[in-house]
T-cell receptor, first 113, second 113 residues
């Protein structure tokens, strides 16, 4: 069964540094998402992406965040200047249309020191 | 705005016993409802979904859930649990026509031998 894959599984970064989290969505999917889960808290929506542009974003997704689909397979989340509170598990998801369930990757654990 | 409440943060249950994990939601618009399961060190896997039609939905691994519009609930049930069902379970909603999922805080199901 096709899967969403995320790399790396664990990223350790110094505060203030830029970080890029990578995702390969399921190949025929058209909608892409990022979520985060701070330790002990709920999974929170960050952003959705369709047709090469952001379709929705939450209040968390401020100017420090950006997403990109640099080629036909990858979907990336960039955090420009990381803060301690950015430490979380980041999940990528994809779906083949907006009404279909989202398929999630295994996540990237981001630790900011 | 949408919100999801999972009142039980932890549910211990003996093997082969029945279990119910509770989920209530609030929304000013109609929603689609989902249950996801997260096994240790893995991503979120869809258990089942309610989009429309029959209010009793069956999912994978013997789980089912019933949508109750008057009580705004979507409780998850299984008549007989296995050790392998030990995991974190998340209830989620999305407004019809929207992309973003709103998650509950999760319920950790522990099956005791």
């Amino acid at each position: 069964e096709p899967e969403v894959t995320q790399t790396p599984s664990h990223q350790v970064t110094q505060m203030g540094q830029e970080v890029i989290l990578r995702c390969v969505p399921i190949s025929n999917h058209l909608y892409f998402y990022w979520y985060r889960q701070i330790l002990g808290q709920k999974v929170e929506f960050l952003v959705s992406f369709y047709n090469n542009e952001i379709s929705e974003k939450s209040e968390i997704f401020d100017d420090q965040f950006s997403v990109e689909r640099p080629d036909g397979s990858n979907f990336t989340l960039k955090i420009r200047s990381t803060k301690l509170e950015d430490s979380a598990m980041y999940f990528c998801a994809s779906s083949d249309n907006s009404n279909q369930p989202q398929h999630f990757g295994d996540g990237t654990r981001l630790s900011i020191l | 705005a949408q919100s999801v409440t999972q009142l039980d943060s932890q549910v211990p249950v003996f093997e082969e016993a029945p279990v119910e994990l509770r989920c209530n939601y609030s929304s000013s618009v109609s929603v689609y409802l989902f249950w996801y399961v997260q096994y240790p060190n893995q991503g979120l896997q869809l258990l089942l979904k309610y989009l429309s039609g029959s209010t009793l939905v069956k999912g994978i691994n013997g789980f089912e859930a019933e949508f109750n519009k008057s009580q705004t609930s979507f409780h998850l049930r299984k008549p007989s649990v296995h050790i392998s069902d030990t995991a974190e379970y998340f209830c989620a909603v999305t407004p019809t026509g929207a992309n973003n999922l709103f998650f509950g805080t999760g319920t950790r199901l522990t099956v005791i031998p």
